[in-house]
């Protein structure tokens, strides 16, 4: 079956701080990886995805590119804020729009 | 983009009680909606997958005598607690994906229920 391993946390930054959040995954088809963000009381919103190999996903300074050769999506951002700060999910889906399988999340603090 | 609406964002109840929580995709019709669970500090488990006027497929181990789902339009889903107690407690979210209305079959999450059993 599906699955993803997420780097373990909780992850604590100074500001302006290199962000890596590391994620890699089991699949047996060709899934579409996502990387979600969750705010404390939230729900899940999207913050980046990419459907096929090689393809790289971006969003408010944080990238994420799909290696197929190393089942990666690892998750960076070269600057975080104090406003960065929440949970971060990595997730697979075997279709755009299906069920979603998730990473354990990992928790990001930022320090001013 | 897409808005789903989850509704209520909090509820507390007594054990024994049911409750039902609302998901309702507000600019797109949703022919596929998803339940999910989240423990605290821990991961999103899949509960069940709700396709418009069927019967909603269960993951292993989830109680569909207990979490009821229904999926009775292309806008809204429900699930519903049954004899809830403290162990039910949890954060509850759902999402939905279908894409007619959309250029994409992404799907969107709703905010999201803080469930409290006391």
């Known amino acids: 079956g599906n699955s993803v391993t997420q780097m373990e946390g909780p992850v604590t930054l100074s500001e302006e701080a290199f962000l890596t959040i590391n994620c890699t995954y089991t699949?047996?088809?060709?899934?579409?990886l996502f990387w979600y963000v969750q705010y404390p009381g939230e729900g899940l919103q999207l913050l980046l995805k990419?459907?096929?190999?090689?393809d790289k996903g971006s969003n408010k300074g944080f990238e994420a590119t799909y290696r197929k050769e190393t089942t990666s999506f690892h998750l960076e951002k070269g600057s975080v804020q104090v406003s960065d700060s929440a949970v971060y999910f990595c997730a697979l889906s075997e279709w755009s729009g299906g069920k979603l399988t998730f990473g354990q999340g990992t928790i990001l603090t930022v320090h001013p | 983009g897409a808005v789903v609406s989850q509704h209520p964002s909090r509820v507390i109840c007594k054990s024994g009680t049911s409750v039902k929580i609302e998901c309702r995709s507000l600019?797109?019709?949703?022919?596929?909606m998803f339940w999910y669970r989240q423990f605290p500090k821990q991961s999103l488990m899949l509960m069940a997958t709700?396709?418009?006027?069927?019967?909603?497929?269960?993951e292993q181990g989830v109680e569909k005598d207990k979490f009821l789902i229904n999926h009775a339009s292309l806008t809204l889903s429900t699930l519903t607690v049954t004899s809830a107690h403290p162990e039910d407690s949890s954060f509850y979210i759902c999402?939905?994906?279908?894409?007619?209305?959309?250029?994409?079959?992404?799907?969107?999450f709703g905010q999201g229920t803080r469930l409290t059993v006391v």
């Open positions: 990419a459907t096929k190999a090689d």
């Open positions: 600019d797109f019709q949703a022919t596929t």
């Open positions: 709700s396709n418009e006027g069927s019967k909603a497929t269960y």
């Open positions: 999402s939905a994906a279908g894409g007619r209305g959309l250029k994409t079959t992404e799907a969107f």
């Open positions: 699949a047996t088809g060709y899934p579409s």
